[in-house]
DNA sequence: TAGATTGTTAATCGATTAACAATC
DNA sequence: TAGATTGTTAATCGATTAACAATC
């Protein structure tokens, strides 16, 4: 066995280092140690050694890490050295607001395919894409071979939806309704309630 | 010491409860059991119950939890046994969606608040909030005593508006932008990044 | 009552941190 | 070289699970 399971909370983390080394790249930045990179993210240097060392040897002791180097095998390791054909449904404010969103473009994703059920919607042209009718989700997303979905649905309709979604061959779901989904093992959900979010801070606050 | 320091990870899974206990009393349900909850929400009938307990007994050996019970319950242990005035900066595609969201409302807050900085922006009505300039920000926050902020501002000017709310007095920041915020101990950030979310996700396709 | 389910304890499991030899 | 920083090991810390007496 050459490769022991990784544990999810390290992949978790991943996308964050990524996204500091991106971000210290666009400020001129060559090269970081794991003591710089873990108090930008907020997680401590032995850590991030520790995490890197599951997939190889990034670093070099006495200067640290190439940035531009580990960025690359960051994208190898987390599969996002290449760009992923997305499926919104929904298009309601938010489904509207992720279709427009420009961030997916230089970080692995691209949106290629919106759905909404409500006939005012479908045909609508988004962002340079029309908004298809969900009656033809499952086939067209079969069809275009299309592995992750952006859920935008109301939480009513958000489980049968992604019962559609799994059909279709969907493996990873970005939920954004209110609402836990049950999905077959071997599909991921990546949950972004906003209310959620907040509730986990109140707690805090007096 | 009657109450030790509830770990953060039990804090932050509460919400999750407390929106399936919510969907289950739409449903009709009157009482569930940890067991129950547990396979909703895909946590251990152990853990929900250990959870829990770290703030009281709440169950019926035999029957389980009485759903109304519980949630009010959860509302009052998480502070949301009231409604919070949010503002929201940042008026693009993202920030428009989240100023008409309409989960809010019975979950806890109520957006009170937006701002822009562009003059294109400012003076536009979003569902029935006029959106004021960012200029007048610190104030306008800081006399409402507005404790928490929804930051959908590009990643670029992210850091400097944080700033700014932190001085404004905000608490906790629900972070849409694609970048890690520094903030000082005492305020709290919840990171809501969708490509982020989807990184998570693309390691395990293959 | 008998069956079900809690709250809690102890055991297990896993993640984080501290420390340091290796080495750039 | 001297200083810095890695990758890794062992120790610590914390979270999860299993089990069960209590009891509704």
Redo the contacts with the bound molecule.
Sequence with gaps: MTQSKI????ISRLPIYLRALRHMQGQGKQT??????GEWVG???????????QF??????????NIAFLIKKLNEIMHIDRVWDVAVVGMGDMGHAIARYQGFADRGFRVAMLFDSDPAKIGEEIDGFVVRDSAQMVPAIQQAGIRIAMLCVPASAAQAVANQLVQAGVKAILNYAPISLTVPPGVRVQYLDPSIGLQRMTYYLE
């Excluded at 544990?7 to 390290?10: E, G, H, L, T």
């Design positions: 544990p999810d909370i390290i970081t140690s794991s003591q710089e990179l997680v401590s240097a032995a850590q991030i050694r520790k995490d890197l060392s190889g040897e990034f670093g070099k002791q006495g200067t640290g890490y």
